[in-house]
């Protein structure tokens, strides 16, 4: 008898579904079904994947409502941010559909001049079957940044959902086959950790994860037992810098949904604030105004955590930081109830306390003044995560931005670069490699494959054991008047 499990509404306690406990023979007979698609779905060509991906675009429009109440109810976050997320996830599965061919179709390269005489082709072939193991943050956005792209680049997908947002999995797979009813290119499996694993021990041919960096660490270990390569997003503790020419209104509202929105949940969302001293008074007294005007509950700004251990760790992080000198201007211990979490500005924290370096994945942010965007840049920087940031401000903002170690940067907006479909999205140092999103995404999810053909005879005969000293001396000739100027 095959075991369950119930996702849980994490506003309310009460049981939104019941799933199955996948194991290894499960996870391997549906990674035997995808693979079985291989040979239709990279059939059927470009063209032909788009037109599926655009009918079950369509599907998933038509039936928005459905998947925003799923995510509402496994998530606990407001249906307006749920439909917001599924908005964005739709624009990604567009281009993604709309532009693989360009990014990945075969395209003529230059031989270059030694080799004129041949012709060069190359183009990005599917790897085969694709594993995604999703987060329960975004449970439609996040994992569909990897579906949408693995499967418009020609890979049938296995879809491991969290085990606390499984419904959200069931229901893309479940919409996909309004579309295609038999063909298995993107199935579902459901269950905790040892489901996950069993993902990692398949016949897949790349997996994509999003989630914590210890859990990250256990997936590559596991799937370099079979030299399987990963994609991981791992986090970040992503800075917000406001320069003193900045638009003080701006940036505090972004720095507050960036920390607040989705209950602090975002693996990109606003955790340290860095701000020029000539504006800082005027940044945190409008930053306090904000956040003491929202509120984390079932009818508030945001939802609950949906993980109930990650309301220690927002504990943990608040006591660490007053403990060590700062001070809650919002918020502070008493914010954290038993599932929702208020929201919490912390100033004067030392830069080594845990609420600095850690990442919190809570309602939480704190605010730091320096005496300028040099220090600003030095103090956003060190640390071991690069994920996202944000800058605000006008004369330096693109220089900030630029200088920031990270793998994406927003100007004077917050998180921006999530919701364009032509920009790779995925971080450096411990929130991970590789990337999803944009040409890079759909590369990803592919190997070159790269012919040439001989057009002509060459004009020097270099690769025969009949080549004669003359043919050297023409050669070095050659290459000194080539590369030698």
Same mark, same amino acid.
């Given at each position: 008898?095959?075991?369950?499990?119930?996702?849980?509404?994490?506003? !309310?306690?009460?049981?939104?579904?019941?799933?199955?406990?996948?194991?290894?023979?499960?996870?391997?007979?549906?990674?035997?079904?995808?693979?079985?698609?291989?040979?239709?779905?990279?059939?059927?060509?470009?063209?032909?994947?788009?037109?599926?991906?655009?009918?079950?675009?369509?599907?998933?429009?038509?039936?928005?409502?459905?998947?925003?109440?799923?995510?509402?109810?496994?998530?606990?976050?407001?249906?307006?941010?749920?439909?917001?997320?599924?908005?964005?996830?739709?624009? +990604?599965?567009?281009?993604? #559909?709309?532009?693989?061919?360009?990014?990945?179709?075969?395209?003529?390269?230059?031989?270059?001049?030694?080799?004129? =005489?041949?012709?060069?082709?190359?183009?990005?072939?599917?790897?085969?079957?694709?594993?995604?193991?999703?987060?329960? @943050?975004?449970?439609?956005?996040?994992?569909?940044?990897?579906?949408?792209?693995?499967?418009?680049?020609? @890979?049938?997908? *296995?879809?491991?959902?969290?085990?606390?947002?499984?419904?959200?999995?069931?229901?893309?797979?479940?919409?996909?086959?309004?579309?295609?009813?038999?063909?298995?290119?993107?199935?579902?499996?459901?269950?905790?950790?040892?489901?996950?694993?069993?993902?990692?021990?398949?016949?897949?041919? $790349?997996?994509?994860? &999003?989630?914590?960096?210890?859990?990250?660490?256990?997936?590559?270990?596991?799937?370099?037992?079979?030299?399987?390569?990963?994609?991981?997003?791992?986090?970040?503790?992503?800075?917000?810098? %406001?320069?003193?020419?900045?638009?003080?209104?701006?940036?505090?509202? #972004?720095?507050?949904?960036?920390?607040?929105?989705?209950?602090?949940?975002?693996?990109?969302?606003?955790?340290?604030?860095?701000?020029?001293?000539?504006?800082?008074?005027?940044?945190?007294?409008?930053?306090?105004?904000?956040?003491?005007?929202?509120?984390?509950?079932?009818?508030? =700004?945001?939802?609950?955590?949906?993980?109930?251990?990650?309301?220690?760790?927002? /504990?943990?992080?608040?006591?660490?930081?007053?403990?060590?000198?700062?001070?809650?201007? *919002?918020?502070?211990?008493?914010?954290?109830?038993?599932?929702?979490?208020?929201?919490?500005?912390? %100033?004067?924290?030392?830069?080594?306390?845990?609420?600095? !370096?850690?990442?919190?994945?809570?309602?939480?942010?704190?605010?730091?003044?320096?005496?300028?965007?040099?220090? #600003?840049?030095?103090?956003?920087?060190?640390?071991?995560?690069?994920?996202?940031?944000?800058?605000?401000?006008?004369? /330096?903002?693109?220089?900030?931005?630029?200088?920031?170690?990270?793998?994406?940067?927003?100007? @004077?907006?917050?998180?921006?670069?999530?919701?364009?479909?032509?920009?790779?999205?995925?971080?450096?140092?411990?929130?991970?490699?590789?990337?999803? +999103?944009?040409?890079?995404?759909?590369?990803?999810?592919?190997?070159?494959?790269?012919?040439?053909?001989?057009?002509?005879?060459?004009?020097?005969?270099?690769? &025969?054991?009949?080549?004669?000293?003359?043919?050297?001396?023409?050669?070095? $000739?050659?290459?000194?008047?080539?590369?030698?100027?």
């Amino acid at each position: 008898m095959t075991e369950k499990f119930d996702s849980l509404n994490p506003a !309310t306690g009460e049981v939104v579904g019941t799933h199955p406990v996948d194991d290894a023979a499960a996870v391997d007979a549906t990674v035997a079904r995808a693979r079985a698609m291989v040979e239709w779905w990279t059939s059927i060509g470009f063209d032909g994947r788009k037109d599926v991906l655009d009918r079950w675009r369509r599907v998933i429009t038509h039936r928005l409502d459905e998947l925003v109440e799923v995510v509402h109810l496994e998530t606990g976050k407001p249906r307006p941010d749920a439909l917001l997320e599924a908005t964005l996830a739709l624009d +990604h599965l567009q281009w993604a #559909a709309a532009n693989a061919k360009k990014v990945l179709g075969r395209r003529r390269m230059s031989p270059g001049l030694l080799m004129a =005489n041949q012709a060069a082709q190359l183009e990005y072939r599917p790897l085969g079957v694709v594993g995604v193991i999703g987060p329960w @943050n975004y449970p439609v956005f996040t994992p569909m940044g990897s579906i949408s792209y693995a499967l418009a680049a020609g @890979n049938p997908v *296995v879809f491991k959902p969290s085990e606390h947002t499984p419904g959200v999995g069931v229901w893309l797979a479940d919409s996909l086959g309004d579309v295609l009813h038999d063909q298995s290119i993107f199935s579902v499996v459901t269950g905790f950790g040892e489901t996950g694993a069993a993902l990692c021990r398949a016949d897949i041919d $790349k997996l994509a994860f &999003t989630g914590s960096g210890p859990t990250g660490k256990r997936i590559m270990a596991a799937c370099a037992e079979k030299l399987i390569p990963v994609i991981i997003e791992a986090g970040g503790k992503d800075p917000l810098l %406001v320069d003193e020419d900045a638009d003080i209104a701006a940036a505090a509202d #972004a720095a507050a949904w960036g920390a607040f929105s989705n209950a602090g949940q975002t693996c990109t969302g606003v955790e340290r604030v860095y701000v020029h001293e000539r504006v800082y008074d005027e940044f945190l007294g409008e930053l306090t105004r904000i956040a003491s005007g929202a509120r984390g509950a079932a009818d508030g =700004n945001y939802g609950p955590m949906t993980m109930p251990k990650q309301l220690d760790v927002v /504990r943990r992080h608040i006591d660490d930081a007053l403990a060590r000198g700062g001070r809650a201007v *919002v918020g502070g211990p008493d914010a954290v109830g038993e599932r929702f979490v208020q929201p919490t500005v912390l %100033v004067d924290v030392p830069e080594d306390s845990t609420a600095v !370096t850690e990442e919190t994945f809570g309602p939480t942010v704190t605010v730091r003044k320096v005496r300028d965007m040099d220090e #600003a840049v030095e103090l956003a920087n060190a640390t071991t995560y690069g994920l996202g940031g944000t800058v605000f401000g006008r004369k /330096r903002a693109e220089e900030l931005a630029w200088r920031l170690r990270s793998g994406m940067t927003a100007i @004077n907006a917050v998180i921006a670069f999530a919701g364009v479909p032509s920009l790779p999205f995925g971080g450096i140092g411990e929130s991970g490699f590789g990337r999803i +999103h944009g040409a890079d995404g759909l590369r990803e999810f592919t190997y070159a494959k790269s012919v040439t053909r001989q057009r002509m005879k060459p004009a020097l005969a270099l690769t &025969t054991l009949a080549r004669d000293a003359k043919t050297d001396e023409r050669l070095g $000739k050659l290459v000194k008047f080539i590369y030698g100027r």
